[in-house]
């Protein structure tokens, strides 16, 4: 069974990578690409395999929602007082943007362990067994995930996103 610890301690351990992170971040900023979508696909690689179409699309229909509802709204007023207060003087100012800026953290977190959870649920329902993955085809089965979360977006895999994708995978 996915521990749902395991996949939030996996994509820290990639996304602290400044290539993962600043890479993860453009595609966030350029085609509107949920961040901990991109890293539950190579997650699902590097542990399991292909993503299954139902699974994919149980992950995206929460994702959207949790995304539009609640880590949109933070992040926007998060960038908002970054963008009009970045020079504030006042200390409760800049504690309340920590503040919240911990809770953006909070709520992807949440998404991450929600993710994990349906993905340990679908595991058992179906009899997937994690097994032992060569990091080639973790790599290989990563892109093809991508590949695929992104034809659910109707994202063109475009040359950008091929390359930006292939520096994301070549940090496993």
């Known amino acids: 069974m996915a521990d749902p ?26 085609h509107d ?7 539950f696909c190579c997650w699902y690689a590097s542990n399991f395999g292909v993503i ?26 998060r960038i908002w007082m970054k963008n009009h207060l970045e020079n504030s003087h006042y200390l409760e100012v800049k504690a309340l943007r920590e503040r919240i ?3 953006e953290l909070a709520a992807e977190k949440i998404q991450q362990e929600y993710l994990a959870n349906i993905t340990s649920k679908y595991l058992v329902t179906n009899g997937i067994a994690v097994e032992k993955i ?11 995930n991508i590949r695929q979360l992104l034809r659910s977006l109707a994202i063109e895999f475009d040359s950008n996103i091929e390359v930006s994708i292939k520096r994301i995978v070549d940090s496993f």
């Open 101 to 103: 800026k911990f809770d």
């Open 52 to 77: 299954p179409e139902t699974l994919l699309a149980d992950s995206l229909k929460y994702s959207k929602s949790w995304k539009r509802n609640v880590v949109q709204p933070i992040r926007s007023t």
């Open 134 to 144: 060569e990091k080639s085809v973790q790599q290989s089965t990563a892109i093809t």
């Open 5 to 30: 610890t395991n996949f939030w301690q996996y994509s820290q351990g990639l996304y602290d990578q400044k290539v993962v992170a600043s890479t993860c971040l453009s595609l966030q900023e350029s």
């Open 33 to 39: 690409l949920d961040v901990n979508l991109v890293l």
